[in-house]
């Protein structure tokens, strides 16, 4: 995917990892920094100074916190658009939240939080501390699990853990980290600790910088309709006045997040084949000056039966 003329123009991917986040500013700087790589490259002259970002799921989060750091961090020309495709854009509260309201047998959303504090107490505290949340007694198999699998591997063994959190983790790590996901209750340690990295991870858009499009699917069971309603209202908050001007949200009804060669998921499915064509135009508008592609459904597409769609909580969709 990407522009017909590759000189006119050059654009940056970003894509979901398979186990393990990167913090927000990493995974902006990262991107950023390829720009800078790429005009190294290339001999000058051959490109046009004019950069666009796509990502998927965790990638949509590395793209969007480029769109925030690319005017005070910088890069080699000029950032015109971002695409994120189903992008995890809520609030990093949750990953708090799913220890106090989740069981082992939600097996992905359980997964998704232990790998969010082993992999930033890794990059925060130190090599060797990811897991001093974690029981003692289950540590190296959970190291085990995490290092050596892919995501949804790690997801079927969650309830090898236990039942709840706290077959799993340390007490007071999952009242106090739990509280400050469910109730805000945020001020207490270690939960003092996690707010902060939970807000460094979903920093502020810049109203100011490249316009942004974003798309969702109706059936994602990551990125839920909620869970992207969230994201998609934080987006505007951001944007303010510049929210029409700089956000374009479509949606999907029928699509699903991605799909997996091993759990026979019909690929066909992912948002990223059903959106890619119309990404694709959209990116091209803005590296090659081309048609503007027609008109996408809107969010409410992934409302339930029509109805109201509304961002899941709890947690709150602050932070």
């Known amino acids: 995917m990407g522009p017909s003329h590759p000189h006119d123009a050059y654009a940056g991917f970003g894509y979901g990892s398979t186990t393990g986040w990167m913090l927000a500013e990493d995974e902006a700087h990262s991107l950023l920094d390829a720009t800078r790589a790429m005009g190294r ?45 189903a992008p995890i854009w809520f609030t990093n509260k949750s ?11 939600s097996k ?22 990811g897991l001093d949340m974690i029981l003692p007694d289950k ?29 799993v983790y340390d007490k007071t790590f999952v009242e106090k980290v739990g509280l400050c996901g469910v109730a805000n209750a945020c001020a207490d340690a270690p939960a003092d600790v996690w707010i902060e990295r939970f807000r460094a991870d979903r920093p502020a858009i810049d109203p100011e910088g490249a316009p942004i499009l974003a ?9 839920s309709p909620g869970f992207a309603k969230c994201g998609i209202d934080k987006l505007r908050l951001d944007l303010g006045a510049s929210a029409d001007a700089k956000l374009t949200v479509c949606a999907d009804a029928t699509a699903v997040h991605g799909g997996f060669l091993n759990r026979q998921t019909d690929l066909q499915n992912g948002i990223t084949r ?26 409410q597409a992934l409302a339930p039966d029509g109805g109201t769609l509304e961002c899941r909580t709890p947690p709150s969709n602050t932070d």
């Open 139 to 167: 540590r190296e198999q959970m190291r085990t699990v995490l290092t050596t699998g892919c995501l949804w591997e790690v997801s079927d063994k969650m309830p090898d853990f236990g039942t709840v959190a706290a077959d």
């Open 95 to 105: 990953w708090g939240a799913a220890l106090a309201m989740l069981k082992t047998s």
């Open 108 to 129: 992905s959303e359980f997964a998704y939080a232990t790998e969010y504090f082993y992999t930033h107490a890794e990059l925060y505290d130190g090599a060797g501390k």
């Open 41 to 85: 490259l290339l001999a000058p002259g051959t490109l046009s100074g004019k950069v666009a970002m796509v990502g998927h799921s965790q990638g949509g989060h590395a793209v969007l916190a480029a769109q925030s750091m690319a005017r005070s961090y910088g890069l080699e020309g000029t950032l015109v658009g971002v695409a994120a495709f």
């Open 274 to 299: 059903r959106a890619a064509d119309a990404v694709d135009a959209w990116i091209s508008a803005r590296l090659l000056g081309t048609a503007e592609p027609g008109a996408c459904p809107s969010e």
């Open 215 to 223: 798309w969702f699917g109706g059936q994602d069971g990551t990125v």
